[in-house]
């Protein structure tokens, strides 16, 4: 009888999982399976170097979007951070009331230190 794509899917997972268990119980990578060589974390530096590559990639990528989208949405005269119409500094009626509360708390917080 064949599978369906989500038991599939399911059955991987958990070999994933398994996987993943038995490598850290060997003080292994969970990634690669290479010898951790005393670090002390769940992935080798190779492992570890290629996340923070990937993640620096990743910021990168969202900090680009985000300035699009919000000269986008200014230019359009939209709220920066939804969709709805932009009454000033490029923010709706909830968005400004929202942010000036959340200034007021922090200057709030710094007369009393």
């Known amino acids: 009888m064949a599978q369906t794509p989500e038991e599939r899917q399911a059955k991987r997972v958990e070999f994933i999982r398994r996987l993943r268990d038995e490598r ?9 399976g290479k010898p951790l060589n005393g670090v002390k974390t769940l992935q080798c530096s190779a492992c570890l ?5 990937r993640r620096e990639k990743n910021r990168e990528r969202n900090r680009e979007y985000q300035r699009q989208r919000v000269a ?6 939209l709220c ?3 969709d709805d119409p932009a009454v000033a500094g490029g ?8 942010y000036n509360l959340l200034k007021r708390g922090r200057n709030k917080r710094k007369d009393d230190v």
Do not use: I, M, P, S
């Open 80 to 82: 920066v951070h939804c």
């Open 91 to 98: 923010r709706c009626e909830y968005h400004r009331k929202y």
């Open 49 to 53: 170097a290629k996340e923070a590559e």
């Open 24 to 32: 850290v119980a060997w003080n292994l990578c969970f990634r690669c």
């Open 72 to 77: 986008d949405h200014r230019a359009r005269g």
